[in-house]
């Protein structure tokens, strides 16, 4: 059965101060992995999909990567406005439907 | 594009009362989702529609969960007889088929039943 970890559940760091999430995966064959923003009382928001070990994708403050196991998003001097649920998600070969980790809250205090 | 959008965005009902939720999909999108999130189990994925035909509802939780797909344009998600624990933000996804560049997800409709 694929499966999809994050740690930590919660996060919350200072303005400017940069961390990493995570995400862990076990399926029986990857095609994508996605990371998606979500706000309160909103819809799940993409952001990157990552297809390969070794991949790099980037959109302003936030730096998604990928290994054979896990995914991790860096978060480089966060602003308030980044607070949000991160959350990730895997794609199996043979195109099925999207899996999702429970998430990241992460707070970003000024 | 207004992008995928949902009906009601609140439900407040009484157990026992039918629920219908309501899904307008991406025009050219040919996969649609029905998702459910709760703080326990967060994203748990309920049926899937390709070109308008259910592929996969083994994630509907019992009988009482029912979903149709009449056109490519329109997509229901109904409970019937609602009860406390289907409380949750029910979401609805579409994509081009297979997915590949990533969902776009609705606002959700929050059910509340009492």
């Known amino acids: 059965e694929d499966q999809v970890t994050q740690s930590p559940e919660a996060l919350r760091l200072q303005e400017g101060e940069s961390s990493s999430l995570n995400c862990s995966y076990t399926?029986?064959?990857?095609?994508?992995l996605f990371w998606y923003r979500q706000d309160p009382g909103k819809g799940p928001e993409f952001l990157f999909t990552?297809?390969?070990a070794g991949e790099e994708k980037e959109k302003e403050r936030l730096k998604a990567t990928l290994t054979k196991k896990e995914s991790f998003l860096h978060i480089t001097a966060p602003k308030p406005e980044d607070s949000a649920t991160y959350l990730c998600?895997?794609?199996?070969?043979?195109?099925?439907?999207?899996?999702f980790g429970k998430g990241t809250r992460l707070s970003v205090i000024a | 594009d207004a992008g995928v959008i949902q009906s009601p965005r609140h439900e407040v009902t009484e157990m026992g009362q039918e629920v219908t939720l309501r899904c307008k999909p991406i025009?050219?999108?040919?996969?649609l989702f029905w998702y459910r999130q709760t703080m326990m189990r967060g994203l748990e994925l309920l049926i899937y529609?390709?070109?308008?035909?259910?592929?996969?509802d083994s994630g509907m939780p019992e009988d009482r969960f029912s979903a149709k797909m009449p056109n490519a344009s329109f997509s229901t998600l109904k409970i019937q007889p609602s009860e406390p624990r289907d409380s949750a933000v029910y979401f609805c996804?579409?994509?081009?088929?297979?997915?590949?560049?990533?969902?776009?997800f609705g606002s959700g409709t929050r059910l509340t039943v009492v």
């Open positions: 996804a579409s994509s081009p088929q297979g997915g590949l560049y990533g969902y776009t």
């Open positions: 399926v029986s064959g990857l095609r994508g």
């Open positions: 990552l297809y390969s």
């Open positions: 998600a895997v794609q199996t070969i043979g195109n099925t439907p999207l899996v």
């Open positions: 025009s050219g999108h040919n996969s």
């Open positions: 529609f390709n070109n308008n035909v259910p592929i996969d």
